[in-house]
Nanobody
């Protein structure tokens, strides 16, 4: 069993930056593939970024160059650095951990990009 708790969301002006964190507990964090997703109001949840257990990363094309995912296995945490934020980045951001058939989600953190 893995528990995931996101933090770091809030209100930011367009062009600003935020760093989201996801703290994991309850299992061997380093074995899990970690992902960030987001869900904007009235829209479906979409994948944002992935970091594998080996540290390889992948991003939604529209986020490349603006978002950076990273992990710190010693702290059982994964991060999403978001720069040059736009109003369309407004969403609840979720952390997800997968390993084999196991699949865990956090409850999300709200990011609002507005002037």
């Amino acid at each position: 069993q893995v528990q995931l708790v996101e933090s770091g969301g809030g209100l930011v002006q367009p062009g600003g930056s935020l760093r989201l964190s996801c703290a994991a507990s309850g299992s061997i964090f380093s074995d899990y593939v970690m992902r960030w997703y987001r869900q904007a109001p009235g829209k479906e949840r979409e994948w944002v970024a992935t970091v594998t257990s080996g540290g390889d990363t992948g991003y939604l094309d529209s986020q490349k160059g603006r978002f950076t995912i990273s992990r710190d296995n010693a702290k059982n945490s994964v991060y999403l650095q978001m720069n040059s934020l736009k109003p369309e980045d407004t969403a609840v951001y979720y952390c997800r951990a997968t390993r084999g058939g196991m699949d865990y989600w956090g409850k999300g953190t709200l990011v609002t990009v507005s002037s």
